[in-house]
């Protein structure tokens, strides 16, 4: 007899369909198991937020979350927002900022910005530094990222997008 349990969701827009440890946990089965490697693993306590993934339109903590709970649901991880458009401008913003410093954590920042973005877009600097304090930087780069942010918001706000960065030959 088996322990895995049979589950099904959609990952990035296709059907996934795989056999599971019951008490494993979605950032590991995405990661070791689909080779997606844009969520990290963490602090594997829901502190960090480097494991945040989207599940049914919410992001959650891909560590606190067992792969058996997202059976039949659609997960979204920025690998699939990257190639969806989704957070092309948050991305722009990000590296016209430098916020992406070492990158760990960028992919939860990323995730929780699109949220707020999308759910508070007239969000203040001091409404944003709240809303990504759940997503810890270990190269304390905050400054940047709510600056990037913020560009985002402002830039929506006049109905503008951010522009591209480019390099200079």
Known sequence: MSL????SM???GTLVNAEVEPRRHLVDFLREDLHLKGPHLGCEQGACGA????????????C????????GCVVETVEGLT?????????????????????????GMLLAAAE???KQPKASREEVREW????????TGYHSIVDAIVDVLNAR????KIKPVTAHA
Not at 157 to 160: C, I, L, P, R, T
Request: hydrophobic residues 35%; proline residues 0%; glycine residues 8%.
């Open 4 to 7: 895995k349990k049979k589950i």
């Open 10 to 12: 959609t990952v990035n």
């Open 51 to 62: 494991c945040t993934v989207k599940v049914d339109g919410q992001i959650i903590r891909g």
């Open 64 to 71: 606190l979350y067992l792969a058996v709970q997202a059976d």
């Open 83 to 107: 190639k969806s458009g989704v957070l092309a401008d948050l991305q722009e913003s990000f590296m016209r900022h430098n916020a992406m410093q070492c990158g760990f954590c960028s992919s």
């Open 116 to 118: 707020l973005v999308e």
């Open 132 to 139: 990504i304090s759940g997503n810890y930087c270990r190269c």
């Open 157 to 160: 706000a006049k109905g503008q």
